[in-house]
């Protein structure tokens, strides 16, 4: 069974980082594009990034780039976000996601989430 678990997250500063890591099983990692979503409250689901299933290509919202940076360890099964110079407005319940190919498509399985606050 596939599992997706998020981790990192919690109360940060403004202009602090902090790395999210999702920790898959269940399937062949390698093999599967994956990204990151955010739901923040009062507003729909957005995709943060996504990443090709080889690191080879990613996408960003246009709101986090330069700031933030999706990336993947094949060996280890883990997927990352890198959240630099955090704002007020990035706070939002972080959720990793597995794809159905290579590339990104179809997202098929979610992990719980991970929830970052960005106060003063």
């Known amino acids: 069974q596939v599992h997706l678990v998020e981790s990192g997250g919690g109360l940060a500063q403004p202009g602090e980082s902090r790395r999210l890591s999702c920790a898959t099983s269940?399937?062949?990692?390698?093999?599967?594009?994956m990204g990151w979503a955010r739901q923040i409250p009062g507003k729909p689901l957005e995709w943060v990034a996504t990443?090709?299933?080889?690191?080879?290509?990613?996408k960003y919202l246009d709101s986090v780039k330069g700031r933030f940076t999706i990336s993947r360890d094949n060996a280890k099964n883990t997927l990352y976000l890198q959240m630099n110079n955090l704002k007020e407005e990035d706070t939002a319940l972080y959720y990793c996601?597995?794809?159905?190919?290579?590339?990104?498509?179809?997202?098929?399985?979610w992990g719980q989430g991970a929830q970052v606050t960005v106060s003063s």
């Open positions: 996601a597995k794809g159905e190919y290579t590339v990104p498509g179809e997202y098929t399985h």
């Open positions: 990443i090709y299933a080889d690191g080879s290509n990613a």
């Open positions: 269940g399937f062949t990692f390698s093999r599967h594009s």
